[in-house]
């Protein structure tokens, strides 16, 4: 009985020294990494001594397309500015610029460029970011550029064999993503197809898309642009390949400004949402976005 | 009488202690069903019964949605219904095979594998099927439709797919619960049969079998809530289209639809998903009813 106590005990402390130890390597590994970014922690100190002045709150409402990355962005500005509460309503890109006109909220959240009624109702355009999809299908396809017309022929169910647009005779499988996607509904909302896709399959993420389409011959399918990888290959729509360049010019049918509308210039605004803009365009906030698959403007 | 003392003071504490354990069980049972049906049944009113249990479009977030899950409903049904019949006779005669049949060499081998199999992780099966069986599947329907017009090609991700690798899924529980209930079947029952000149296979399929009827029950409907229940293996091969269930149309069954969707819901949306769990939750809860009914006739039987 007594030596079986005594391993347990013994069992016990290896088991406490194990976790103990391990709990020292945890904090030694962030010791090095705040290290490598003291230089940065240092330069911020001083304006999170500032910011520590700042309380109040910020109030976005607009497009359901922006959620990941205005969730995204308001955890880190509030982990850095306590004081502020940064509340975000996802009602859609016209009701979020109409609640900006009527006062309602500090900014107006529209996954669009801004209408010009919008903006003569005194409604700025800041783009924080955009947003491009891009069009792949698999290695052995011999077709690689699409008019807007055969696209969208082929996800209606129009088109359905390649022959039809000069490539092997293949059937074509239609990969899509489930509803309620955000790269399905800005897709079908640049297409102007909403609801009219027949789709040979619905997957739920980005990576299940890239497998299907590199493991089906004749499988076209959409994903972020910052997805592609080489197991597939890129389309170009309408002559225009999807790269960052061709996005950023606007030549690029599939993509689209995430703006954040604010009653005149920003420099105009509270001091508040002055430190919203000045943290999406620090460092840490570019990284924000395209941490969320988003191309930084210019 | 110290020690008397406490020896009472330890039965009472482990019998509370038990009370508190079967307490927790009861408690996780029922705060799911009432919140099941809470979150559940808004949906049923905003949508409407009919239309949401008998419609057949599924158009969550057009400008007028439709939120029709009949065909979602009907692909569970057909699904698991077809994987039972085409799965439990395999597993049977596998469990007869390993205990009545095989010689010990091989069923010492046979069964730890099978058991392995049961251990082995949904999404594994699921990657297998989309790797192996979803290419397969695409030649066949190459061949199959390579004249038709209407057909809506899938790229082998369709409802055999899913039948398969559910089938697949169900066979360990299948097999091991009945081989360990045809074990405990009696050896006199055996040899009484075998004395009044009946072979062996006789033996086997009309007397011990249904002597192990109940065990295989539970083992069948053990493996029914296995494959109505699935979502992570079927969500990868089936192809995630709501359609009608036919062999080679892409399809999407009550589990893969939480799954796929649930992401990014909202509103009604939302609702009408915790509505289908609903559905499912419901499903499950029947057949295991039909399960305890069964057991306790075969044992009344027995």
Same mark, same amino acid.
């Given at each position: 009985m007594k030596n079986n106590l005594v391993k347990k005990l013994a069992v016990g402390m290896t088991a406490l020294m194990i976790c103990t130890s391990f709990a020292g390597c945890g904090s030694t590994d962030s010791a090095a990494s705040d290290d490598t970014s003291s230089e940065t922690t240092e330069t911020t100190e001083t304006e999170t001594e500032e910011s520590d002045d700042l309380s109040g709150n910020i109030s976005l409402a607009g497009s359901t397309s922006m959620e990941k990355l205005c969730e995204a962005l308001s955890e880190g500005f509030m982990a850095k500015y306590p004081g502020i509460n940064v509340s975000v309503e996802y009602t859609g890109s016209s009701a979020g610029i109409e609640s900006l006109s009527a006062g309602s909220v500090d900014i107006g959240n529209a996954s669009r460029n801004l209408k010009d009624e919008e903006k003569t109702g005194g409604a700025t355009e800041n783009i924080v970011a955009i947003d491009g999809i891009a069009l792949i299908t698999d290695t052995?396809? $011999?077709? $690689?550029n699409l008019t807007t017309e055969q696209l969208v022929s082929i996800y209606t169910g129009e088109t359905t064999n390649w022959s039809e647009l000069g490539g092997a005779d293949e059937a074509i499988v239609v990969i899509g993503r489930e509803a309620g996607s955000g790269t399905r509904g800005a897709f079908e909302e640049l297409l102007e197809i909403e609801d009219a896709c027949t789709y040979a399959q619905e997957l739920d993420s980005t990576g299940a898309v890239l497998a299907k389409v590199a493991s089906t011959p004749g499988a076209i399918g959409y994903v972020s642009? /910052?997805?592609? /990888? /080489?197991?597939v290959t890129s389309m170009s729509l309408n002559d225009v390949a999807a790269t960052e360049d061709t996005i950023k010019a606007g030549d690029y049918q599939l993509s689209r400004p995430f703006v954040m509308a604010t009653m005149g210039e920003v420099t105009e605004q509270s001091e508040l949402v002055q430190t919203w803009f000045d943290y999406i365009n620090s460092e840490e906030g570019q990284q924000i976005v395209s941490g969320v698959g988003l191309i930084l403007p210019e | 009488m110290n020690n008397k003392a406490k020896n009472n003071v330890v039965e009472l504490v482990t019998e509370y202690l038990f009370t508190i354990c079967a307490v927790i069980a009861i408690f996780a049972v029922c705060s799911i069903t009432v919140y099941m049906i809470l979150k559940g049944t808004p949906a049923f009113h905003s949508v409407g019964v009919l239309d949401l249990l008998f419609g057949t479009t599924w158009k969550p977030t057009a400008a007028e949605p439709e939120f029709g899950i009949f065909f979602i409903i009907l692909t569970s049904i057909f699904g698991t219904t077809i994987s039972v019949l085409v799965g439990v006779p395999i597993g049977l005669l596998t469990a007869v095979f390993l205990t009545e049949v095989a010689n010990k060499k091989i069923a010492n081998v046979v069964q730890p594998m099978v058991e392995l199999l049961a251990a082995i992780p949904s999404v594994i099966y699921g990657l297998l099927g989309l790797m192996l069986l979803n290419p397969l599947m695409y030649q066949l329907e190459k061949k199959i439709y390579a004249d038709s017009t209407t057909h809506q090609f899938t790229g082998g991700s369709n409802m055999i797919s899913a039948v398969i690798v559910l089938i697949i899924m169900i066979l360990p529980t299948v097999v091991n619960i009945s081989a360990s209930s045809i074990k405990a079947v009696s050896k006199d029952l055996r040899a009484a049969s075998l004395a009044l000149g009946a072979s062996k296979i006789q033996t086997i399929f009309h007397v011990t079998i249904p002597a192990a009827k109940s065990g295989i029950m539970t083992g069948v409907v053990l493996g029914i809530g296995r494959a109505l229940g699935e979502a992570m293996a079927i969500n990868m091969v089936a192809?995630?289209?709501?359609? +009608?269930? +036919?062999?080679?149309n892409s399809v999407r069954f009550l589990t893969t639809q939480l799954v796929s969707e649930m992401g990014y819901a909202q509103g009604v949306h939302r609702e009408v998903l915790f509505a289908v769990g609903l559905v499912l939750y419901i499903f499950i809860m029947l057949v295991n009813l039909v399960l305890q009914k069964m057991r306790k006739e075969a044992s009344i039987d027995g």
């Open positions: 052995e396809n $011999t077709v $690689t642009l /910052d997805a592609i /990888d /080489d197991t | 192809g995630g289209s709501v359609n +009608l269930p +036919l062999p080679f």
